[in-house]
Nanobody
Framework: QVQLVQSGGGLVQPGGSLRLSCAAS????????MGWYRQAPGKQRELVATITSGGRTNYADSVKGRFTISRDNAKNTVYLQMNSLLPEDTAVYYC??????????????WGQGTQVTVSS
């Protein structure tokens, strides 16, 4: 079964740091774009950051300079390093990836979500 499995997250004080990880498992031939999204209570899911297979990154304005997305292609894993966290970063974070599951077959998959709470 092909899936994305997230780890990391939790409770942190304002100004603190957390790192999220998301690993693809199952029979895949590779991964195209990967990204992180978040959804706060009562709000729509929003883009946080994306990274292409070549390493090109894109960030939401609200996290630029504080968050860093990276990937390890050998481990089929994407990371989100979050520094200088703010209370408004509190949300459930989801990873997303375009998984190559066949010669010309792409599966868009979501991780299970992980709670990040920034509070004193």
């Amino acid at each position: 079964q092909v899936q994305l499995v997230q780890s990391g997250g939790g409770l942190v004080q304002p100004g603190g740091s957390l790192r999220l990880s998301c690993a693809a498992s199952g029979r895949i031939f590779g991964i195209n774009g990967m990204g992180w999204y978040r959804q706060a209570p009562g709000k729509q899911r929003e883009l946080v950051a994306t990274i292409t297979s070549g390493g090109r990154t894109n960030y939401a304005d609200s996290v630029k300079g504080r968050f860093t997305i990276s990937r390890d292609n050998a481990k089929n894993t994407v990371y989100l390093q979050m520094n200088s966290l703010l209370p408004e970063d509190t949300a459930v974070y989801y990873c997303n990836a375009d998984l190559r599951v066949g010669p010309s077959q792409i599966l868009n998959a979501w991780g299970q979500g992980t709670q990040v709470t920034v509070s004193s």
